[in-house]
């Protein structure tokens, strides 16, 4: 998971590799996806959140599809 | 149950405090815990996923996400301490975990570029930048060293 300055840059990482380019998450997604996993990841109730939470996290920012099914059999 | 609470507590308060990975040997002698049962807990942490133990050496953690044990090219300075995450994500989710403000440091990952994020007062100063995700969510964790 990387970070670029642009969709530009990535496409270039992607072409190095042969890799295929995936969805783009912006810097206020991931910061969302950030405080969901982690802001009490120091208590004592912390966990990871579960499959089902994770896919309603990501519908909540827009991120949705197969890519972003933890539970998909697809490749994305 | 109560020593697994203890010793995730114990890992996480380390990573917090001193931006170093514990070991099991660590983590055994701040409960006082007999070294077996510390390694019992790291194993359900790492079943759990909230704990990446050194390959070939599940006595040392290589992340506690999002920490990571190792340097990385996610630099994230907290007050006095310099911490490094495992990836994008973790760098802020350090800034999360905290509840703090964090200066990132980093690079473009196909330039070479270097980039810094800021968090303050509980957001990310907007910087022009975007994340890419390599990995499909359902294979995470088939490999998370290169995730």
């Known amino acids: ?76 | 149950m109560l020593v697994l609470i203890s010793v995730k507590l114990a890992i996480y308060d380390t990573f917090a405090t001193s931006a170093r990975a514990p070991n099991v040997s660590d983590i055994a002698q701040k409960l006082t815990a007999p070294i077996e049962d510390v390694q019992s807990a790291f194993d359900e942490l790492h079943g759990k996923r909230l704990l990446v133990p050194e390959p070939g050496d599940p006595t040392r953690i290589r992340m506690a996400p999002p920490f990571s044990g190792v340097e990385t090219p996610f630099r994230v300075t907290v007050g006095d301490q310099v911490y490094y995450a495992p990836c994008a994500w973790d760098s802020l989710g350090i800034a999360a975990a905290l509840h703090a403000d964090a200066l990132i440091h980093t690079t473009d990952g196909h330039t070479g570029e270097p980039m810094t994020l800021l968090v303050r007062n509980g957001a990310p100063i907007p910087e022009p930048c975007v994340i890419h995700i390599a990995v499909p969510a359902a294979h995470w964790w088939d490999d998370i060293i290169y995730t």
């Open chain 1, 1 to 76: 998971m990387l970070l670029f300055r642009s969709e530009e840059t990535v496409g270039g990482w992607c072409n190095a590799r042969g890799l295929p380019k995936r969805p783009l998450v912006s810097l206020d997604q991931v910061w969302v996806l950030a405080r969901e996993w982690y802001e009490n990841r120091l208590t004592v109730d912390s966990r990871r959140p579960g499959s089902d939470e994770m896919v309603d996290i990501f519908a909540r920012i827009g991120l949705t599809g197969p890519f972003w099914d933890p539970k998909s059999d697809r490749r994305g």
